[in-house]
């Protein structure tokens, strides 16, 4: 069995209480009156009981907080993926968008997501998915944009005649109305 993994000598029990006491994290307070209990002298499997662990826990909160004190029991948030684009992809995406396709090189009129996926795999070999490229095009500030449809027979000066227009609102009130028709 490998030996215990001491804790900071620059903290104690009253300090570790104090800081669980002002927390506004459920997780680190749990943390923190956990390693409170090795403090007091308690054993790791007592500061697992505390905490609702296993021992393992208890020794990577130990190595977390040994590391970087009390911010360390803070859960921290997952790093993720690894972004598909890099900055130099998202700056050729960026000019490609904003020049437009040219029809005889492109094969398209007007880009659309799968024309851009297909084109960023052409260029970089990077296969995306419609879903994250609609991310990194509105990361980079760009929205889709179009036009309202509108009939190719479409005669403006018959609209503006079918118009309907109404008479003008008397600008008398309806109180003096009803007074004037008795």
Same mark, same amino acid.
């Given at each position: 069995?490998?030996?215990?993994?001491?804790?900071?000598?620059? $903290?104690?029990?009253?300090?570790?209480?104090?800081?669980?006491?002002?927390? *506004?994290?459920?997780?680190?307070?749990?943390?923190?009156?956990?390693?409170?209990?090795? $403090?007091?002298?308690?054993?790791?499997?007592?500061?697992?009981?505390?905490? #609702?662990?296993?021992?393992?826990?208890?020794?990577?909160?130990?190595?977390?907080?040994?590391?970087? #004190?009390?911010?360390?029991?803070?859960?921290?948030?997952? +790093?993720?993926?690894?972004?598909?684009?890099?900055?130099?992809?998202?700056?050729?995406?960026?000019?490609?968008? *904003?020049?437009? +396709?040219?029809?005889?090189?492109?094969?398209?009129?007007?880009? /659309?997501?799968?024309?851009?996926?297909?084109?960023?795999?052409?260029?970089?070999?990077?296969?995306?998915?419609?879903?994250?490229?609609?991310?990194?095009?509105?990361?980079? *500030?760009?929205?889709?944009?179009?036009? /309202? +449809? /509108?009939?190719?027979?479409?005669?403006?000066?018959?609209?503006?005649?079918?118009?309907?227009?109404? +008479? /003008?609102?008397?600008?008398?009130?309806?109180?003096?109305?009803?007074?004037?028709?008795?």
């Amino acid at each position: 069995m490998a030996a215990a993994i001491g804790v900071r000598g620059d $903290y104690d029990t009253a300090r570790l209480r104090e800081l669980a006491k002002r927390s *506004e994290d459920a997780n680190q307070t749990r943390r923190l009156l956990a390693l409170a209990a090795i $403090y007091d002298g308690g054993s790791r499997t007592e500061a697992a009981k505390i905490g #609702g662990v296993g021992l393992q826990t208890v020794r990577d909160w130990v190595l977390a907080f040994n590391a970087e #004190g009390p911010p360390g029991l803070v859960n921290g948030k997952a +790093p993720g993926n690894a972004p598909l684009l890099t900055q130099a992809h998202r700056q050729a995406l960026l000019e490609i968008v *904003e020049s437009g +396709p040219i029809p005889a090189v492109h094969g398209v009129v007007r880009w /659309r997501l799968i024309d851009l996926a297909q084109w960023v795999f052409d260029e970089f070999r990077i296969s995306i998915s419609k879903q994250t490229l609609s991310r990194e095009l509105r990361a980079l *500030e760009l929205r889709k944009l179009s036009a /309202r +449809p /509108r009939h190719h027979a479409q005669d403006a000066e018959a609209m503006a005649a079918f118009k309907k227009t109404s +008479p /003008r609102a008397s600008t008398r009130s309806p109180s003096a109305t009803r007074r004037a028709s008795r």
